[in-house]
């Protein structure tokens, strides 16, 4: 299995970034996509997830109504679209896939937001 996270950078407070996963080697259209985020000294914490036929999503309070999770199971890719970031979206980002009992994780894109 491999997830290849993509997009990441550095970017202004209230700037945007779109951050791609493509995934290989899995079922793709069966598995539930996961956002996570790890910032220095913090614990990893789910941002965002979004089922394997993309009917049902979930949030991390604080990205509510700044990120979306979307998917597109014909690119076997997964995105999260950020919006209006702040200094506190500065993390490293992990792509998660989950198929029944196995979680697999990508390598991980940093995110710096800053002046």
């Known amino acids: 299995v491999q997830l290849v996270e993509s997009g990441g950078g550095l970017v202004q407070p209230g700037g945007s970034l779109r951050l791609s996963c493509a995934a290989s080697?899995?079922?793709?259209?069966?598995?539930?996509m996961s956002w996570y985020r790890q910032a220095p000294g913090a614990e990893r914490e789910l941002v965002a997830s979004?089922?394997?036929?993309?009917?049902?999503?979930n949030y991390a309070d604080s990205v509510k109504g700044r990120f979306t999770i979307s998917r597109d199971n014909g690119k076997n890719t997964v995105y999260l679209q950020m919006n209006s970031l702040t200094v506190e979206d500065t993390a490293v980002y992990y792509c998660?896939?989950?198929?029944?009992?196995?979680?697999?994780w990508g390598q991980g894109t940093q995110v710096t937001v800053s002046s």
């Open positions: 979004i089922t394997s036929a993309g009917g049902s999503t």
């Open positions: 080697g899995l079922t793709f259209s069966r598995s539930t």
């Open positions: 998660s896939a989950k198929f029944g009992l196995f979680r697999h």
